[in-house]
């Protein structure tokens, strides 16, 4: 992101503490509405074999609609909102980067891993995101310079590599030479597949992963825990080219493969795959 100077930074971070405030409440606005829902509401399948549902149009609607009226300059991108036959350039400094429902086969049958994802970014990087965790009731939330909180409270991640045994996330299914390629790690690593790429990388910023790693992951999935690992003193890693800036948003955007962890981890995620 370029260097502000210091009458930029000040109005920046005014810009920004507002929008904090504002996301914060907007996201938690939906959190009765979400629960409501949970293993109860319709869904149907997308073109793409994906599901989505009731609940996805309106949390997306709802979020939109709320930071609108504050912010009616950003950009708002949300998978299950923006048209499918056009493109959105994103015109302003800020734009909310929506997923309403991560981890939507888990919700729609009622197995509680499951999220609310808001992004924020900043001239197209993510500065700060929030992450509401139906699994443990709480809002997950943080960026580049403000930490990871957890109901508010600052978390003080695990960043050590002398874990006894490390966790590593990964979502399936995978192609035959994916599998190869990481065929060692699974032989040495415990492996998790949570069915939720927000919640898998909010993980590894918490803690209770030493890292992730997915194929098949798309912007809106994984904007507010990049930010949110960022935070953690985490960056991403992309296998391809990294989405980042963010200058235009289609719903049938091109997958954008990652992986983050500590150290040790991503070292080895990187000695194994052609990166």
């Not at 904090?20 to 149907?44: C, H, K, L, P, Y």
């Not at 086969?105 to 929030?130: D, H, M, Q, R, T």
């Not at 310079?145 to 966790?167: S, W, Y």
């Amino acid at each position: 992101m370029k260097e502000l100077n210091r009458h930029q930074k000040q109005k920046y971070d005014e810009q920004l503490r507002h929008r904090i405030n504002a996301g914060r409440m907007a996201v938690r606005n939906q959190v009765d509405f979400f629960r409501r829902q949970f293993g109860q509401v319709s869904s149907e399948w997308k073109p793409d074999d994906t599901r989505v549902t009731f609940a996805d149009f309106a949390i997306s609607e709802r979020l939109v609609t709320e930071l609108r009226r504050d912010f009616p300059t950003d950009d708002f991108c949300s998978e299950e909102a923006n048209p499918l036959d056009e493109v959105l350039e994103l015109e302003g400094d800020f734009a909310w980067v929506i997923d309403p429902v991560d981890g939507t086969n888990n919700y729609a049958l009622g197995f509680p891993l499951c999220a609310i994802s808001v992004g924020l970014l900043y001239k197209g990087f993510p500065v700060y995101g929030f992450i509401y965790d139906y699994s443990i009731g709480e809002l997950l939330e943080g960026g580049p310079g403000f930490g990871v909180l957890q109901g508010q409270r600052k978390l003080e991640p695990n960043k050590t590599d002398a874990h006894r045994q490390h966790i590593i996330g990964c979502h399936f299914p995978l192609k035959k030479e994916q599998v190869s390629q990481l065929g060692p790690l699974f032989e040495r690593y415990r492996i998790r597949s949570i069915g939720s790429s927000a919640l898998m990388f909010a993980y590894v910023a918490t803690g209770y992963l030493s890292g992730a790693i997915d194929y098949r992951v798309k912007v809106w999935d994984i904007a507010a825990a990049c930010a949110i690992c960022a935070g953690a003193g985490l960056p991403f890693h992309f296998i391809n080219d990294a989405p980042f800036p963010v200058q235009t948003f289609h719903p049938s955007a091109q997958v954008c493969p990652c992986y983050c962890g500590l150290p040790k981890v991503c070292h080895e995620f990187e000695a194994t795959i052609p990166v």
